[in-house]
């Protein structure tokens, strides 16, 4: 059995509430686990006083590991944004909120990120430091510039620090008024691994199509809307992958279902506050092992 659950205080008269359940029939053990909301609490009101951002608290129980203490894995998550005379910027960090005293364990990652527009361009870098891994000498690295008059975006992902490299090269254009849509071309180069592929999409009023093609692998995915609330969008790969998606929208949501003959099978339910995803593996028309998780959130006041 794997359970998955997480608290988060949005604001101070929203708690948001999620919890999933793998079902799988070799494992016998089940745990329960109960948390106080009075700590996430408390570090909400700090937050609110210091007129920052309000960190949020998630609590997972990892697979296969039951022990009171080694099966939990609760993290807290905090970021912030603000201004800076012509820059933007914002920073956060995902601390590991567990009972230690290896105080300098409990960081688990941290990112800054800084922007600002220059003749029409909006200019912005992303650093991401993972403190998990035992090397801490690099950071990944996010470089965009887009423009909007253009409909041109410009990205470079990269490793700074004791291995620097440029590993992954993206440019998307986008071409309004095409065939009553738009088209858009974004090519993406693998510099680690030389190698590329394009993305080509159509977006109409009620169709659809995105082909992704490189050296190896080309698919083909074509949608249309075939009633208010209905959407088709069937998918085939030179490789022999066949997949289908069905869309329905609901007053308050939609309702996603893709299905990967002899692969898989996935349903996802959005509904108001409710959110639900249902996925299992398929081998013919056999579904087995099924994975539940359902999200709530819920108004206090």
Known sequence: LFCFASLSFISPEQLQFSFSVSANPSRKQRKTMKLSPLAVLLLNCGAVSAGIEKPHLSVSVRDGTFSPLEGLDPSVKWSTSGSAGDFDYEVGCDVAARATTDVASL????????GRNVAGWGLSARADVDLDVD??????????????????????????????????LEISKGFDDVLDGKIS??????VQSSSGDVVLSYDGEKTGAKLVASMDDQTLTVSRQITDDDTIAPSVSSS?????????????????TTVKPKDSINVKWEDGAWTANIEAPMDGMSVEDMSVNVKRKIDFF
């Open 185 to 190: 071309v974004n090519p993406r180069y693998d």
């Open 240 to 256: 022999g992958d066949v997949s289908i998606q069905w869309k329905r929208d609901l007053d308050a949501g939609s309702i996603t």
């Open 107 to 114: 960081p688990k990652s941290l990112f800054a990120k800084v």
């Open 135 to 168: 090397s801490l000498d690099h950071a990944d690295i996010d470089v965009q510039a887009s423009n909007d008059d253009l409909d041109l975006e410009l990205k470079v992902f990269a490793t700074a620090g004791g291995t620097s490299s440029v590993n992954r």
